[in-house]
Each structure stands twice: as C-alpha cells, then as structure tokens.
C-alpha cells in the first residue's frame, strides 16, 4: 500500500485536540502498570497504544482528514523504525549465538575475576557493566548477577542500599553502551541515526558520569570490610561457567570481530547478522558438545541444527546453578518479537499524531517557550521524564520525545545525534528512578530494596541527565549538523 498524501484541506487542530489523546494514552499507560506492573510492556500497553492510534484517527477525521490518510500516517510511523526492527532481530540472533560459542560466559567468567573484597562496590559496578554491554539488557544483568551480589553484600554485612546503586549504575552503562540493546537501537532508530555513530556520541556524557560513580563507589567501599566469605559464591558461578562451556580466550572472537567491524563503521546490521554467523562456526568448532545437546542429537547435523536453534529462539542452559541457568537462557529473534510488537504500537501512535498535526501543535507550543539550546536540552530532558513518570515505560520516553523534538533540534542546528544522546540521558536512565516505572518496580522487587532506598545510590543514572542539562547550557559536545555531516 502506497502511503497516502496529507490532506491539505484538513483543518489545524488545537492544542486541546493534541492534548486529549495524549491524556487518554497516559491514563491507560499508568492503569496498565496498575494492573500489570512489571509485565505491562508485555501486551497492555501495546493495547493502549493502539487504541489511542484510534483516538488520534477519529480526531484527525474530525479535523478534515480521511481515514486512509491516517492509515499513511501509521504506516509512515512505522517505516520509520524498520530499520531499527531488523537491527533488533538481528541481536536475538546474535546473543543467542554467542552463548552458544562461549562469548557471553567468558566474558562474564573474566568479568567476574575482578571481583575484589576491598573493592567490593566499584567492582560490583564494573561486573555489571562488563556482562550488560555483552548481552545488552539491564534487567537480566540486575536479575541474575545482580541478585547474586546482593546475596553475598548482605552475607558479608555490606550496605544493600549502596549495592544495588553500584549494580543498577552498572547495569545502565552497560546496557547504554552496548550495541546489543534494544533501547540503544531504538534511540538510533527514532532520530535516524546510525547506531555506532550513537553511541560514540553518548561516550561524551556516560564516560565521566559512570568514572564519577566508580570514584563514589571506590570511596564508599572504604568504609565497609569484606570477609572471604564471597570466594564460595564467586568459585560457585565460575564453576558453572566452566562445567558448561568451554571457557577461553578463543571465544571471545566474535566480540573482537564485532569490534573491529564497528570501528571500520560497517553498518549495524550487517555487523551484527556476520558477528552471528562467526558466533555460530566458533559454536561448532569449540563447543559441539553443547551444540549437540541444544540440537537434541549426537553428530554433526544435531549441532548445526543446534547452532541454527540458537539463532531463531536462544540458547538454553542446564546448568544446576539457578544464576546461571536464567542468565544464559536468553538470546534467539524470537526474544525480540514483544520490543517489535511494542515499538511498532508506539510508531503507529506517533505517526498518528504527526499526521494530523497534532505533534507539531504540542512542539509550536513547547518551542514557543524555548530561546536557548540549554533551554532545547533541558525541555527534552523534562519531557522524558515526565513520559517515565507519567506512561511508566521507558520506550514511550524515548519514542515520543524523539518524535517530538527532532525538527527542533534541526532549527537549532544540531545533528540528530544530540537529541538520541538526550533521550538516552534521560529516557534510558531515569527509568529505574521512579518507582511506578516498569523499570523501578522491576529493580525494587528483583533486588528486594526499595526504589527510594537505592534511588540516592543510582549514580550514573542520576548524573547523566544533570550532564546532559549542564552540556546543553555551556554548548559542550552539541555537535552541528555541518560538523557532523562532514565527519561521517
């Protein structure tokens, strides 16, 4: 279906026309975090989305517009982050693949290493950050890792409350950082940016945010003593490790691979779908064996199916070792169907509002009363917020503020990779600081710690955003369009 031309003759809507939708979606959005806490990003609030896709139709045929005029304005939404879409089933199979091979539990193996008593925080922080950037998720870092160092902080009588800060800081860095993402990608994808180009930009403000939090943490660990009681459980997790996998240097060649195609600015996707399929071969040189039993059989076609298995639905750990069996059960194209279904909901919605003109109304409004790029970062930077407290996810603090404020960036001329780091600053990251947020209420029942208690803690994710404002007022790393155009 072609899509269909904006009608010229429709009439301009108010700002109370753009503001009942909104309304309705932020009403639902928080009754479907009510209801589902948790699990609301897992169905409820693509429903909510949808319906309100609907509401934004209806309005915009009041105003003059005809309904396949508002069906081109979903599907332009949409198209908008196809991209994004196959980047995102290309890191199902690229995470699955690289269990499978060693990649992920050498790296968390290694990771693990650095763990010192005398360092107990800034090491937690650092453990988080290693394993998040390699399997780009936050909530499986925080809710496997994550619980294990809460265990033993309180084994050994550290603070709980500084813990999970050092974890969640940790975890949020790594999942920032991390290529793998589904967050990261979709903050690319929104503002039309090339996802390595992204996150070389966001180094600007997350290096010295999470250095300053490992400072704190270090600092922090001064104060507090640990026991050897911790070797058990480290000896524990690396013992898993190994009795699963072939544990080597070996493995990490995807990850070095994947690098190094990054570095040379290889297209995410392409990147990805390769460092899959070398993810796959070293899975059949060196760890055939897990590769057999993944593909149910005991010769060489049961580990290619295996492998093949791995790519399409994740790997699937038997390790006796809880931690370890939810850590590495993950990965597969089909892990990233629920994100597909949620952003597509989310596109559909904001290319509704664009459509019928209600986006540009509430940014005329917004813009009217900004004069200054610090006052553009600072808007951006509230909004997002504002989307985390108010719709409670993260995606929708993200997505809608990076429709919103894409061609205000452009007026101000700015490249769009200012605006993806601002919506990542503070969609991403100020996420788990409200305890309502999906991402909050997840932290504060998986570690078993109050939002409120581990809030003052959460280092880096309070840094980034007061970083991003601070950037915008003194004109710091705002790269212009003509600056940006020419380096890439």
Known sequence: MSQASPNSEARTPSLLDALIPLGIL????????????????????????????????????????SWSDMEGGML????????????????????????????????IYYGVQILSPQWFYAASCIICAVVGL????????????????????????????????????????????SPL??????????????????????????????????????????????????????????????????????SLLPLILLLAMAWRKVPAYPT?????????????????????????????MAALKGAWYSLFDGYKSTSTN????????????????????????AMAFGGAMERAGFLQVLVNWTLSRIKTVGGLVTSTVLTCFGMNAAAGDQYMAIIIPGRMFREAFKEKGLHGLNLSRTLEDSGTITSVLIPWNTCGAFMAATLSIQTIEYLPYALFNILCPLLAIAYGWLHFKQKPISVAATAS
Request: aromatic fraction near 8%; proline fraction near 1%.
């Open 181 to 250: 993402s589904d967050t990261t990608n979709v903050a690319a994808a929104v503002t039309s940016n090339d996802l390595f180009q992204h996150i070389r930009h966001m180094m600007s403000t997350a290096i010295p945010a999470f250095v300053i939090a490992l400072i704190a943490f270090s600092f922090l660990g001064f104060t507090s003593e640990a026991s050897s009681a911790s070797a058990s459980d480290i000896e524990e997790l690396l013992a898993a490790l190994k009795s699963e996998f072939n544990i080597s240097m070996v």
């Open 76 to 107: 332009h939404g949409i198209g908008l982050v196809f991209g994004a879409i196959l980047i995102l089933l290309a890191v199902g199979a690229l995470i699955g693949s690289w269990i499978l091979a060693g990649t992920v539990p050498s790296m």
């Open 272 to 300: 990805l779908i390769i460092g899959s399929l070398v993810g796959c071969v070293i899975a059949l040189i060196f760890e055939s064996e897990t590769a057999r039993r993944l593909g149910g059989g005991e010769d060489f």
């Open 322 to 345: 809880e931690n370890v069996a939810s850590l590495l059960s993950k990965g597969g194209m089909s892990s990233m169907l629920n994100t597909v279904w949620l952003i597509t909901s």
């Open 134 to 177: 390699s399997i780009g998720s936050s909530w499986t870092t925080a809710g496997t890792l994550g619980v294990a160092l809460m265990g033993i902080a309180g084994a050994l009588g550290l603070s709980l409350e500084v813990t999970a800060g050092a974890v969640i800081s940790g975890a949020y860095f790594g999942d920032k950082m």
């Open 26 to 65: 932020i009403a639902l959005l928080s009754l479907s975090v009510y209801f589902y806490g948790a699990d609301s990003s897992y169905g409820p609030n693509q429903i909510a989305l949808l319906l309100c896709a609907c509401v934004v139709a209806l309005m915009g045929m009041k105003n003059g517009h």
